[in-house]
């Protein structure tokens, strides 16, 4: 049995959910998701309680699409109530951030300005040298800022880069100084 598969997800008040056939909507007060469920699972409401299930318990690729289907339910009910939010940090001297419209403008060291286009569904804010990418799709918004953070990796010398606001760069100490050579 699928340990996260087997769990109830209970529905929280201010969210709608529908099970249509192989169809899952989930709607809050964030926006609206949906997902179309594998052929070999199912999802059924009772109480307020939604429950995820498969045709065959024992099969093994069933048991991994249970507890991936569950999750990504899960990730719908949060993503439509809450919402998700990565954290950007962006250092080095002269590194500048900026939005103009749809477009997040990034100088960090090329000789040219790198323009990333803002994709539907993601909202992005730039509050001095953090960027900040807020939506309901927990996947999409993963994503961006990892296409962000691609842009220019922060180096392990001096730290210069983009990097989550959370993350550990572990530094190298460099060349040592040559001593006392005569």
Known sequence: MSRVGKKILPIPKGVDVV????VVRAKGPKGALSLTMHPRVS???TDGVLTVDVTDHEYVKDRALWG????LIENMIVGVEKGYEKKLE???IGF????AGKILKLDVGFSHEVDFPIPEGVTITVEKNVIT???IDKQLVGEIASQIRRVKKPEPYKGKGIKYVDEVIRRK???AAKAGSA
């Open 19 to 22: 099970v249509d056939d192989k």
């Open 133 to 135: 990418v807020t939506g």
């Open 43 to 45: 999802a059924s409401i």
């Open 68 to 71: 991936l289907t569950r999750r």
């Open 173 to 175: 100490a460099g060349k």
């Open 90 to 92: 962006v250092n080095g």
């Open 96 to 99: 500048k951030v900026s939005t």
